[in-house]
C-alpha cells in the first residue's frame, strides 16, 4: 500500500507472519546533513506518549549513569507509596555507614542528615530530587531492604520487570560501583515509566527548592529554570560518568523525554540538552499516513474462524517524524506478538505501526482490530497447527 504525505512517499511493508515478536533493530542516529549532532557520548530523545524514538546516538551503550541512577531508587519508593507498603510520614534513620558514606564526611551530595537521626521519607524523597542527597538514599535502601546491597537486588528485580536491558545496579545512590550501569534508552525508558505510573509522585521533580533543617537546597536540575517546558527529572556526575541528564519536557500537550551522558562539562550538559529538547518540539511534526477506518495492515490468528484480523487505528493514523529533509522515505512496519489467539475482538489493540524515516527518526502508533475473530472449531486448529509445522505460518 502506498500514500504520500507532503511529498513524502510511505510504504507500510506487512511482515512475515511468525511466532514471536516481530521486530526491527534499534534505530542509531542518521549521518544526513539534516540530522541531529551531539557532542554527548550517549543521547536519546522519545516522545513520551508513545515511546517512540526520535533520535539515538550509542543509545544502547551502557555507562556508568551516577546519581541518575537515582530514578531507580525512586522508582522503588514511588511503587511502595501507591501499594501502600510505605507512608509518607514513615521515619527512616541515617546510619554511621549512610552518613560516612553518603552524608558530610563523604564530600559528596547530601542532605546533611545527622547520624543517628531520623527524617521522614517525604523529606528524603525531596532531598533526593532536590539535592541529590546520597545520605537519603543509602538510608531509604538500608530501610526498606535491610542494606544497600539487598537494595540494589531489588533494584535489578523491578528494572528486568519494567524492561530495561542494559542496566545494573550495585547501589541506591549512583556513587561509583562496578555494577552500576545503564543505557541512555533504559534510563529514557525508566523515565516514561515513572510519569506514567506514578504521576502524583512525579510533581515532586519539578520542585526548584527545598528547606531542610538550617539547609536551603535548589534544584540541581538547571533546566527546570530555562524557558522549555521542562518538569524532572534527574542530573548525574562522577568523575568516571562525565555530566549527564534525564529531562522531560511539556510543550502544547506533547511531552518528549531526552537523556544526555558523559559530556564534559556542566554547560556542555545544558547546552546539548537544551540543543536535543527544542530540536524535538521545533523540528518534528504529526503526519497523517492513514484515515479513519482505513485498513493499515493484518496480522495472522491462530486456530481463528479467518486467517488474519485486519488491522486500523484509532481515528485517523499520525506518527511524528521530522519536518525536514522534505522527501524523505519512510519505511512502515506492523509490530505485533503473533500469532495471535482467538477470541480477538473489536477494538482490541493487538498491534503496532512503527514508522522508521530515512534520518533515523521512529515513530509508533497502537493498531486495533478491524473485525471480531471467534475461535474456530478442531478441523481447522488442525489446518493451522500442519500450517506452522510445515510452513512457518505462511498462508
Known sequence: MRTVIRGVMFWVGVLAFGVGLLVARPVEASNSKDAFKTVA??????????????????ADEP?????????????????ALKEGTLKLTDEFVVSEDAWRRGG??????????????????????????????????????????GSEAAFARLMDAEAKRIGLTHSTFGNASGLPHPRQQMSARDLAVLARHMIYTYPDFYRYFAEKEFKYRRFRFINRNRLLFMKLGVDGLKTGYTQQAGYGVTASAVRDGRRLIAVVMGLKTKNDRWDE????????FNGFASFKVFEQGEVVGQARVWGGSQF??????????EVYLPRYPVNQRLRGEVVYNGPLKPPVKRGDQVAMLRVTSSTGAQSQVPLYAATDVERAGLARRGFDSLLYLGLGWLP
Open 273 to 280: 540538552a537544551k540543543r536535543l529538547i527544542e530540536w524535538g
Open 308 to 317: 488474519f484480523v485486519p488491522l486500523v487505528g484509532k481515528g485517523g493514523v
Open 41 to 58: 557520548q550517549q543521547a536519546i530523545l522519545i516522545d513520551a506518549k508513545s515511546g517512540s524514538s526520535l533520535y539515538a546516538f550509542n
Open 63 to 79: 555507562r556508568p549513569p551516577a546519581s541518575m541512577s537515582k530514578l531507580m531508587t525512586l522508582t522503588l519508593v514511588f511503587k
Open 104 to 145: 558530610a564526611p563523604s564530600r559528596t551530595s547530601a542532605m546533611f542528615i545527622p547520624v543517628n537521626t531520623s527524617a521522614t521519607l517525604e523529606e528524603m524523597i525531596r532531598g533526593l530530587v532536590v539535592q541529590s542527597g546520597n545520605d537519603a538514599a543509602i538510608a531509604i535502601a538500608e530501610g526498606m531492604a
